[in-house]
């Protein structure tokens, strides 16, 4: 699908594909974003010892796109998964454990999705810093779109964690959350130090 055409779907009246994939998009401009400023960092004299870090940037970028260009459609696949859960007869004894697993699907897509999109702050934070600085406003904007698709599938994990009936599971999620999101603001008040250095 092209670009005009999943805006096109996007802004329609249909939940699919929604905020979960769009994360999943948003991610890949962030990846590609890097990918440019580690190309246009390479053989810059004062540069060429952190050459390995700019050749493995923009080296996996094909591949990391690809993996949350998959998804963002898997994230569309465990949304209507767990609307076809929800769909099911209450008093079916079956719907409890379709939706407890159409859920953990869905939590678990959208951690990929922050796992990569974390993978790009902290690729961003490092270009910010040792990069081609003519490119800093770039490495800037791949590191607040990485921070959008992680919140976006945090409140995602969230929500789905409140249809969740499993105490426990709830729980260890929850703390999981709170810890990756302490290391994503470290992260991310890096790069609002850096801005404010403009």
């Not at 094909?62 to 569309?76: A, T, Y």
């Not at 959008?148 to 729980?171: F, G, P």
């Amino acid at each position: 699908m092209d670009l005009d055409e999943y805006i096109s779907k996007l802004k329609n009246e249909s939940a699919t594909p929604g905020g979960g994939s769009a994360a999943a998009i948003t991610s890949m401009f962030s990846t590609s974003l890097n990918s440019m400023a580690s190309l246009l960092s390479i053989g810059k004299k004062k540069l060429e010892m952190h050459r390995k870090n700019f050749e493995n940037i923009s080296g996996d970028s094909g591949e990391i796109i690809e993996k949350l260009r998959k998804l963002s459609n898997d994230d569309e696949d465990s949304f209507q998964g767990i609307m076809d859960a929800l769909h099911i007869d209450k008093s079916d004894p079956k719907r409890r454990n379709a939706l407890d697993t159409a859920i953990k699907k869905s939590i678990s897509v959208s951690w990929k999705i922050a796992g990569i999109s974390m993978e790009n702050l902290n690729n961003a934070l490092f270009l910010c810093v040792h990069g081609n600085k003519n490119l800093i406003t770039d490495s800037i904007s791949a590191a607040y779109m990485s921070y959008t698709a992680i919140h976006t599938s945090v409140n995602n994990i969230k929500i789905n964690l409140k249809l969740q009936k499993d105490e426990d599971y709830r729980y260890e999620e929850m703390v999981k959350l709170n810890l990756f999101m302490e290391t994503v603001e470290d992260s991310m008040n890096s790069i609002r130090e850096i801005e404010r250095g403009l």
